[in-house]
């Protein structure tokens, strides 16, 4: 039996998370870094949907900007050209992000490793093609400015509003998170990812695990590319690229799988990274290239889970 | 009519001989050490930049060519040596982020170096367009074509007929037993690196003339290379050749009959249709997995 008055430790991080984003825009000294932070923001909550798909359930997915394509350009191309509400565009967009991950998952889970890193990779550029050459709708290559989001007809505008409503969907992701893998569905996920065949022996439907938590993470990925086109503005085809999808595993990587605070680290470091590197001029791409060597090499189970080992405590 | 058909047939032979030898690195590589290299197409950038830079550095051209081989060649080793060897056994997602991380790291030093501009190359004997069937095609193809013949030739050598390709086709098989042989199987990594460095920078290097290069040509070159070989299975070395060539001519055909605007969307249509129905390629083996 569970003690009443035991706290189980990860509910005290998601206090200590809740607490140091509601004390944070008081102590930023400028809007850029209220900047960074929403899109760090932004960033975490895909990458906890993401994690869910590699680090738990072991499917890898090199395709994952696509869906983030999907929601940033329904959000942009719905209101603009056919006067759909942005509300309900974006529901639009995190269905059709939704249908298109059922509608690929019975086939692309029959495969593994490198082929499945093949077949989500492909579904991926496939979008951002397809984006970058619809210009009539989508402004092509140059991308398209995407109108602002009214929740219950209050325009989101202001950096603060966005922080607040950013910091609410991450707490409740996060909260969401550690409530799902510590359910049967999460214990299925961990299952599955140890032996396929052992949790099928014990009567876990694989194939529809796999397609729950990669229509889940595609939907996730959807509303935030939705979220994230009203808070810039605008949005162009890279997005959904390669590179995008690739920055996306590597924060799931250097956070560390199956962690879902490893999830909020891998996010923040690497959301942040590229602003650090960019006075370099020009010697961005080698320095970010050189360090995602040596956080492989150095950290190759990622920071959470490494840093939670060394104290000796449980990942 | 039956002319453009042709036209389409042999360009896209040409481009796809690009992919078959940017397939056969992938190859190599995944054979060794069961690594997908995602700087593969870093290598054949390499090869096409290099081959700029050194001819107009005033190098005679056949002087500058092997220079641009042996270079890629050189970063493939140094590659292997401090990144790749290191993290032995490491997970699959761990080792291509490492070998993303090295493709970054190789474009930004070319970007930095060399600048962002699209370069040109001049072709090897004359700007004069040869006409095949009613298609008119520039000679450069034939130095691409004959490029791979000579390199897929070679290869079927080295691995049917020398120790060393023998060597490698033991550790692909099964590295504990190679070891357990005497093969040196790190000894066999290098050298898998090395020599797809060498294929792609030469695949690169040759088709240069026709396509043009920048610091960021490798990506998409490396990723349909990936499809060729996937197409053909991974690892198996007929399937690299074909399964490029066919990557090659779909794309031409895609683009002359139907969009040219989708032409880099054919591939991965193709492989996302392969993938869905033969999961393994086309070309390998039935074989029943063991848990």
Redesign the interface.
Known sequence: MRDPRHVDPRHWGLAALAAVLAVLPFVLPNSFYLDLTIRMAINAIIVLGLNLLIGFAGQISFGHAGFIGIGAYASAVLPTHYGVPPMLALGAGALAAGALAAAVSYPIFKLKGHYLAMATLGLGIILTIAFRNEAALTGGPDGMPVPTLEIFSVALSSDRQWYWVVAAMLVFSVWASLNLIDSPFGRALRALHGSEVASKVVGVDIARYKMAVFVMSAVFASIMGSVSAHYVGFVTPSVSEFFHSIELVTMVVVGGMASVFGSLVGAVLLTALPQLLATFEGWETVAFGGILILFMIVLPRGLVPTLAARLGKGG | MLAEFFQYLFSGFTVGATYAMAALGFTLI?NASNV?NFAQGEFIMLGGMLAVLFTQAGLPLPVAVLLAVAVPTLVGVVMEKT?IG??KG?????????T??????????V??TLGKNTRALPAFSGDAPITLLGAVLPSQSLWVTGGTAVVVLGLWYYFSRTMGGKAMLATAINRTAAQLVGINTGWVLTLSFALSAALGALGGVLVTPITMTSYDAG?MLG?KG??AA?VGG?GNGMGALVGGLLVGVLEAMGAGYLSS??K??VP??L??LI??FM??GLFSAKTTER?
């Open positions: 995944y997908i990144v290191p993290v490491a997970d699959t997602v761990n080792i291509i982020i490492i993303i991380g090295a493709s970054l790291v190789i474009r930004g030093l970007q930095v990506v990723l990936f499809v996937v991974l605007a989708y880099d969307a991965f249509v492989i996302l993938l869905f999961p393994r848990v």
